[in-house]
C-alpha cells in the first residue's frame, strides 16, 4: 500500500524530528560514529529512504550535509586530514547526487579554520570561490589571520597576506556574488556569518570609498531580519554616497519600518535634493504623508507631484487611500469612484481595491482595521510598479 501524501509542512516536521534524534544519537554516541563512519553514515542513508521516501533530492543531500555539520561540532580534537577526507567520501558517497559538495567542504573548512589550519581551509574553500560571496570572505578570513599569526612557516610575508586578503575583498566586491546558496549557514549566528562580518567591517575601513560592501551588507541584513543593523549600515552609506539611490530607497524604508518619521522624511528631503526631476522621492513624501494621516504634508506633495506631471490615476488612488488611512469611509468611497473613472483598461485591478474598500466601510472594526492595511498595501505595491521604483 502506497503512502498517503502528506503535506510539505508535515513532512518538514517530521524531518526536524529525525534531524533532532539524529543529532541526539550523534552526541551521546560520537566515539562510535567516528569509528565507524561507513556503518552510521549507511543507517542514515538508510533511515531516510524508509521513513521519507518521497523525498527530494535536494532535501535528502542537504539532510546528509546536516549530519556532517552536527559530527564535526561534537569531535572534541580538532580531526585529522585523514579522518575529514573519510568523512567527506562517505557522506558524499551516500549522496543522491554525486556534484556539488560545496557545503561540505565549507563544513570542514569550518572546522578547520577554528582549529588553526587556515591552509587547509583555503585548500577547501578556493574551488568554490563565487559560489556564495560568504566563502569568498572566508578566504579573505584564512590570509587575514594567517597575516596575524605571522608564523615563520608562512610562504609569504605578512603584509603580503594582508594585501591578499584586502585583493579577496576586494574580487567580492567586484563579482556581486550571491550571498544565499549555503542554505545550512543562513541561521544569524553561524559560524560562517560571523566570519563574514568580521571581514565586511574590516572592508569598510580598509576601502572605504567602495559602495558594494555597504550594499552587501544592507542585503544580508535584509535576510537576517536584522533591522537596527541595517539603519546603522545605511546611515553611514546615505552619509558618504548621498546621491546612491539604492541606499536611499532602502533608508527610507527601513526608517518607515522603524515607525521614524522624522528620519524618513530626511531622506525624502535628501532625495528631492539628489532627483529634483524625478517622481520617486515625491510619491515617498506622499506615501509618508498617508501613513502619518497628515493633511497639509499629503496636500503640499500632492501640488508638486501635479506640477511634476504625476500620473492623474495614480494621484486619484492616493486620494483614496489617505481618505482610509485617515479612517473616511465616506470619502474614501467618493474618492475611489473618481479614481475607477480615471482608470480605464484597469478594471482588473479596481475590482479587487473595490471589495476591499466594501470590507472597510462596512465591516466591523477588526475587519475595517484589516481592510485598511491590505488596501494600503495593494495600493502601494501597484504605484512601485506603475513608477517603476523597483526597477
Same mark, same amino acid.
Given at each position: *500500500?502506497?503512502?498517503?501524501?502528506?503535506?510539505?509542512?508535515?513532512?518538514?516536521?517530521?524531518?526536524?524530528?529525525?534531524?533532532?534524534?539524529m543529532?541526539?544519537?550523534?552526541?551521546?554516541?560520537?566515539?562510535?560514529?567516528e569509528?565507524?563512519l561507513?556503518?552510521?553514515?549507511?543507517?542514515?542513508?538508510? @533511515?531516510? #529512504?524508509?521513513?521519507?521516501?518521497? $523525498?527530494?533530492?535536494?532535501?535528502?543531500?542537504?539532510?546528509?550535509? %546536516?549530519?556532517?555539520?552536527?559530527l564535526?561540532?561534537?569531535?572534541?580534537?580538532?580531526?585529522?586530514?585523514?579522518?575529514?577526507?573519510?568523512?567527506?567520501r562517505?557522506? *558524499?558517497?551516500n549522496?543522491?547526487r554525486?556534484?556539488?559538495?560545496?557545503?561540505?567542504?565549507?563544513?570542514?573548512?569550518?572546522?578547520?579554520?577554528?582549529?588553526?589550519?587556515?591552509?587547509?581551509?583555503?585548500?577547501? !574553500?578556493?574551488?568554490? +570561490? &563565487?559560489?556564495?560571496?560568504?566563502?569568498?570572505? =572566508?578566504?579573505?578570513?584564512?590570509?587575514?589571520?594567517?597575516?596575524?599569526?605571522? @608564523?615563520?612557516?608562512?610562504?609569504l610575508?605578512?603584509?603580503?597576506?594582508?594585501?591578499?586578503?584586502?585583493?579577496?575583498?576586494?574580487? $567580492?566586491?567586484?563579482? +556581486?556574488?550571491?550571498?544565499? +546558496? $549555503? &542554505?545550512?549557514?543562513?541561521?544569524?549566528?553561524?559560524?560562517?556569518?560571523?566570519?563574514?562580518w568580521?571581514?565586511?567591517?574590516?572592508?569598510?575601513?580598509?576601502?572605504?570609498?567602495?559602495?558594494?560592501?555597504?550594499?552587501? &551588507?544592507?542585503?544580508?541584513?535584509?535576510?537576517?531580519?536584522?533591522?537596527?543593523?541595517?539603519?546603522? /549600515?545605511?546611515?553611514? =552609506?546615505?552619509?558618504?554616497?548621498?546621491?546612491?539611490?539604492?541606499?536611499?530607497?532602502? %533608508?527610507?524604508?527601513?526608517?518607515?519600518? !522603524?515607525?521614524?518619521?522624522?528620519?524618513?522624511?530626511?531622506?525624502?528631503?535628501? *532625495?528631492?535634493?539628489?532627483?529634483?526631476?524625478?517622481?520617486?522621492? !515625491?510619491?515617498?513624501?506622499?506615501?509618508?504623508?498617508?501613513?502619518?494621516?497628515?493633511?497639509?504634508?499629503?496636500?503640499?506633495?500632492?501640488? /508638486?507631484?501635479?506640477?511634476?506631471?504625476?500620473?492623474?490615476?495614480?494621484?486619484?488612488?492616493?486620494?483614496?487611500?489617505?481618505?482610509?488611512?485617515?479612517?473616511?469611509?465616506?470619502?474614501?468611497?467618493?474618492?475611489?469612484?473618481?479614481?475607477?473613472?480615471?482608470?480605464?483598461?484597469?478594471?482588473y485591478y479596481?475590482?479587487?481595491?473595490?471589495?476591499?474598500?466594501? #470590507?472597510?466601510?462596512?465591516?466591523?472594526?477588526?475587519r475595517?482595521?484589516?481592510?485598511?492595511?491590505?488596501?494600503?498595501?495593494? *495600493? #502601494?505595491?501597484?504605484?512601485?510598479?506603475? !513608477?517603476?521604483?523597483?526597477?
Open positions: *500500500m502506497e503512502d498517503a501524501w502528506q503535506p510539505e509542512a508535515l513532512r518538514n516536521r517530521r524531518l526536524e524530528q529525525l534531524r533532532a534524534t543529532d541526539d544519537y550523534i552526541v551521546k554516541n560520537t566515539g562510535q560514529v569509528g565507524n561507513p556503518v552510521f553514515f549507511g543507517h542514515v542513508a538508510a @533511515t531516510l #529512504d524508509k521513513t521519507f521516501p518521497e $523525498l527530494d533530492d535536494r532535501t535528502y543531500d542537504d539532510f546528509i550535509d %546536516a549530519t556532517v555539520f552536527a564535526l561540532n561534537v569531535t572534541s580534537e580538532a580531526p585529522t586530514p585523514e579522518f575529514l577526507d573519510k568523512v567527506l562517505h557522506a *558524499m558517497g549522496k543522491r554525486r556534484k556539488g559538495r560545496a557545503t561540505l567542504d565549507v563544513i570542514v573548512a569550518l572546522k578547520l579554520i577554528d582549529s588553526g589550519n587556515y591552509y587547509q581551509a583555503f585548500e577547501c !574553500l578556493t574551488p568554490h +570561490r &563565487g559560489y556564495d560571496g560568504r566563502i569568498n570572505a =572566508a578566504i579573505a578570513y584564512c590570509y587575514y589571520a594567517l597575516s596575524l599569526a605571522k @608564523t615563520q612557516k608562512s610562504r610575508r605578512p603584509d603580503d597576506l594582508e594585501l591578499h586578503a584586502r585583493e579577496e575583498m576586494l574580487n $567580492l566586491s567586484r563579482v +556581486r556574488a550571491p550571498l544565499n +546558496r $549555503l &542554505g545550512l549557514f543562513n541561521r544569524k549566528d553561524s559560524r560562517l556569518n560571523s566570519i563574514f568580521f571581514m565586511l567591517d574590516l572592508a569598510f575601513a580598509w576601502f572605504p570609498s567602495e559602495p558594494e560592501f555597504y550594499r552587501m &551588507g544592507v542585503t544580508w541584513t535584509k535576510h537576517e531580519g536584522d533591522v537596527e543593523r541595517r539603519n546603522h /549600515l545605511l546611515a553611514h =552609506a546615505t552619509e558618504r554616497f548621498s546621491d546612491d539611490r539604492f541606499f536611499l530607497t532602502e %533608508a527610507f524604508n527601513t526608517r518607515v519600518e !522603524l515607525r521614524n518619521g522624522s528620519g524618513a522624511a530626511a531622506i525624502v528631503k535628501q *532625495m528631492m535634493q539628489q532627483y529634483p526631476d524625478d517622481l520617486e522621492p !515625491l510619491y515617498y513624501g506622499m506615501k509618508l504623508a498617508i501613513l502619518g494621516a497628515q493633511p497639509r504634508s499629503y496636500a503640499s506633495f500632492r501640488k /508638486l507631484a501635479i506640477l511634476k506631471e504625476f500620473p492623474r490615476h495614480l494621484l486619484l488612488m492616493l486620494d483614496a487611500v489617505f481618505e482610509v488611512m485617515c479612517n473616511h469611509k465616506m470619502e474614501s468611497y467618493v474618492c475611489f469612484g473618481e479614481a475607477k473613472k480615471a482608470s480605464p483598461g484597469r478594471d479596481t475590482t479587487a481595491l473595490d471589495y476591499i474598500l466594501r #470590507d472597510f466601510i462596512e465591516g466591523d472594526e477588526e475595517a482595521k484589516r481592510a485598511r492595511s491590505t488596501f494600503f498595501t495593494a *495600493m #502601494d505595491q501597484y504605484c512601485m510598479q506603475v !513608477l517603476k521604483i523597483r526597477e
